[in-house]
C-alpha cells in the first residue's frame, strides 16, 4: 500500500499570503467538489469534483491565427464560433484536454488538478517564515473540504505532524464523523451558516440546512476549546432582513469559543460561469453598501462574546 502522503485530491488554487480566512498569514488550498449549489457562488469551478474544462474567450487569439484546439479534439467538442473564436460544446466534451495541451494563449486550460499531500505542504511550507512571525498557516477550503474526506484528514494530519496551524472553511455539510475527525486536526474552525429558514435554504443552496445545524451543535459540544469562526454570506433577497440574521445569532449565541461574521454579496466570481459554461443566476441582484452596514450594526449590537 502506498503511504498515506501520497494519497492524492483535487486542487483548483492555491492562494498564498491571505489575512482573511484564519489567523495571521494564510496559505489557503482550494479543493474541488461540493455538494451545495448556491446561487451566490463566487467558486463556480469549485462545484464539480473532477477537473473540468474552462475556456476564456478573451483571451484566445482567433482560429483563423491559430485554431489548433478545433484539430486536437478527437470528440468534435470545439466548433467554429461566429467571431473566429471556438465555441466548446460541453455535451460532447469528454474532459480529456487535448485541446488545453495545444492552446498558446491559455485560453483553454484546466480548473482542477491531481495533487498530493506531499504536492501541497511543499507549497505550503515555503512560506513557514511568514507563518512563524504572524501565527498564520494552512487553510483549506473549496468546494467542500470534507467531499474528499480521506485526502483532507489525512492533509491536516500531516500538516499538524509538521507543526503547522490549520483551519478549515465548511459549509458543514458532511457525516459528522468526518467532521469530528478534521477538528481533532484543527487549530481553527470557519463555518458557513446561511439560514436557519429550511425552506429558503433548500431553495437557494439545492440541500437541506438540517445536517449543517445539527453538526454545528455537535461541533460546539464535543470541541469547546476549539475556536470557531461562524460566517454568513449576505445575499439580497435570501437573508439580508434583521430577522434572516438575529435568528442566526440566536441559534449561535451561548456556545464556546464562537465569533460571528457577516460578508457582503459581491460578484467578483461571475465571469468564471462563463468559463465553465454555466449561468449566473444572481447578476441582476446587488447589496447596498448601507444595508449590508445596517446588519453589521444590528449583529455588533446584538452579538459581541
Same mark, same amino acid.
Given at each position: 500500500?502506498?503511504?498515506?502522503?501520497?494519497?492524492?485530491?483535487y486542487?483548483?488554487?492555491?492562494q498564498?499570503?491571505?489575512?482573511?480566512?484564519?489567523?495571521?498569514?494564510?496559505?489557503?488550498?482550494?479543493?474541488?467538489?461540493?455538494?451545495?449549489?448556491?446561487? @451566490?457562488?463566487?467558486?463556480? $469551478? !469549485?462545484?464539480e469534483?473532477?477537473? $473540468?474544462?474552462?475556456?476564456n474567450?478573451?483571451?484566445?487569439?482567433?482560429?483563423?491565427?491559430?485554431?489548433?484546439?478545433?484539430?486536437?479534439?478527437?470528440?468534435?467538442?470545439?466548433?467554429?464560433? #461566429?467571431?473566429?473564436?471556438?465555441?466548446?460544446?460541453?455535451?460532447?466534451?469528454?474532459?480529456?484536454?487535448?485541446?488545453?495541451?495545444?492552446?498558446?494563449?491559455?485560453?483553454?486550460?484546466?480548473?482542477?488538478?491531481?495533487?498530493?499531500?506531499?504536492?501541497?505542504?511543499?507549497?505550503? $511550507?515555503?512560506?513557514?517564515?511568514?507563518? !512563524?512571525?504572524?501565527? &498564520?498557516?494552512l487553510? =483549506?477550503?473549496?468546494?467542500?473540504?470534507?467531499?474528499?474526506a480521506?485526502?483532507?484528514?489525512?492533509?491536516?494530519?500531516?500538516?499538524?505532524?509538521r507543526?503547522?496551524?490549520t483551519?478549515? #472553511?465548511?459549509?458543514?455539510?458532511?457525516? @459528522?464523523? %468526518?467532521? $469530528?475527525?478534521?477538528?481533532?486536526c484543527?487549530?481553527t474552525?470557519?463555518?458557513?451558516?446561511?439560514?436557519?429558514?429550511?425552506?429558503?435554504?433548500?431553495?437557494?443552496?439545492?440541500?437541506?440546512?438540517? =445536517? %449543517?445545524?445539527?453538526?454545528? %451543535?455537535?461541533?460546539?459540544?464535543?470541541?469547546?476549546n476549539? *475556536?470557531?469562526?461562524v460566517?454568513?454570506?449576505v445575499?439580497?433577497?435570501?437573508?439580508?432582513?434583521?430577522?434572516?440574521?438575529?435568528?442566526?445569532?440566536?441559534?449561535?449565541? &451561548?456556545?464556546?469559543?464562537?465569533?460571528? #461574521?457577516?460578508?457582503?454579496?459581491?460578484?467578483?466570481?461571475?465571469?468564471?460561469?462563463?468559463?465553465?459554461?454555466? #449561468?449566473?443566476?444572481?447578476?441582476?441582484?446587488t447589496? *447596498?453598501?448601507?444595508?449590508?452596514e445596517?446588519?453589521?450594526?444590528?449583529?455588533?449590537a446584538?452579538?459581541?462574546?
Amino acid at each position: 500500500m502506498e503511504p498515506s502522503n501520497k494519497q492524492t485530491g483535487y486542487v483548483f488554487n492555491i492562494q498564498q499570503f491571505s489575512v482573511h480566512d484564519g489567523p495571521g498569514i494564510r496559505t489557503i488550498v482550494f479543493l474541488k467538489g461540493c455538494p451545495l449549489r448556491c446561487r @451566490w457562488c463566487s467558486n463556480p $469551478e !469549485s462545484q464539480e469534483s473532477k477537473p $473540468e474544462l474552462a475556456y476564456n474567450p478573451n483571451k484566445c487569439i482567433g482560429i483563423a491565427a491559430c485554431g489548433r484546439c478545433l484539430k486536437a479534439c478527437p470528440h468534435n467538442a470545439l466548433l467554429p464560433g #461566429e467571431d473566429d473564436k471556438p465555441v466548446v460544446a460541453r455535451a460532447a466534451c469528454q474532459k480529456c484536454f487535448s485541446c488545453v495541451q495545444v492552446c498558446p494563449a491559455t485560453a483553454l486550460h484546466t480548473f482542477g488538478q491531481v495533487m498530493t499531500v506531499d504536492d501541497i505542504l511543499a507549497v505550503v $511550507e515555503r512560506d513557514n517564515i511568514f507563518f !512563524s512571525r504572524s501565527g &498564520g498557516g494552512l487553510t =483549506v477550503s473549496g468546494g467542500e473540504p470534507l467531499l474528499q474526506a480521506d485526502f483532507v484528514l489525512e492533509l491536516l494530519a500531516q500538516a499538524r505532524r509538521r507543526r503547522l496551524n490549520t483551519t478549515i #472553511e465548511t459549509s458543514g455539510y458532511a457525516a @459528522w464523523p %468526518i467532521l $469530528e475527525k478534521a477538528c481533532r486536526c484543527l487549530n481553527t474552525l470557519i463555518y458557513d451558516i446561511k439560514s436557519l429558514d429550511a425552506n429558503k435554504h433548500q431553495e437557494q443552496t439545492k440541500q437541506s440546512n438540517a =445536517v %449543517i445545524l445539527e453538526n454545528f %451543535i455537535k461541533v460546539t459540544a464535543a470541541f469547546p476549546n476549539l *475556536p470557531i469562526l461562524v460566517r454568513t454570506p449576505v445575499i439580497p433577497g435570501f437573508n439580508d432582513s434583521e430577522e434572516d440574521i438575529k435568528a442566526i445569532m440566536n441559534f449561535i449565541s &451561548g456556545k464556546p469559543n464562537v465569533r460571528y #461574521e457577516l460578508l457582503p454579496y459581491h460578484r467578483l466570481g461571475q465571469p468564471k460561469y462563463e468559463y465553465v459554461g454555466k #449561468e449566473y443566476l444572481l447578476d441582476t441582484v446587488t447589496l *447596498p453598501k448601507e444595508q449590508f452596514e445596517r446588519l453589521n450594526t444590528v449583529k455588533n449590537a446584538f452579538y459581541n462574546p
